[in-house]
């Protein structure tokens, strides 16, 4: 078992930054890939970014890619999304999620964290 708690959401404006965490515990040395998703009300559970355990790979939806970044600390067992020049669509609540692979399914992914709220305001 994998426990993952996100952190790090909250209010901020359009153009702003924003980091989120993902710490994982539990059977931490099974070397997962992990992935972030985001999910607004009404709308299925949106791909964002995915790495590999070693970190050298890593893919991200077009709508994020060259604004966020994914990066991760596996001393500190911890998974990072940096957020840049932030829009109003990016408004959702964000999970992190384990897998084997670098997959953009949610279906992929077998341990998922409770989300955290990131709210962008105009």
């Known amino acids: 078992q994998v426990q993952l708690v996100e952190s790090g959401g909250g209010l901020v404006q359009v153009g702003d930054s924003l980091r989120l965490s993902c710490a994982a515990s539990?059977?931490?040395?099974?070397?997962?890939?992990m992935g972030w998703f985001r999910q607004t009300p009404g709308k299925e559970r949106e791909f964002v970014a995915t790495?590999?355990?070693?970190?050298?790979?890593?893919r991200y939806a077009d709508s994020v890619k060259g604004r966020f970044t994914i990066s991760r600390d596996n001393a500190k067992n911890t998974v990072y999304l940096h957020m840049n020049s932030l829009k109003s669509e990016d408004t959702a609540v964000y999970y992190c999620?384990?897998?084997?692979?670098?997959?953009?399914?949610?279906?992929?992914?077998?341990?998922w964290g409770q989300g955290t709220q990131v709210t962008v305001s105009s």
């Open positions: 999620a384990a897998a084997s692979g670098v997959y953009i399914r949610d279906y992929s992914y077998k341990y």
């Open positions: 539990g059977r931490t040395s099974s070397r997962q890939a």
């Open positions: 790495i590999s355990w070693s970190g050298g790979s890593t």
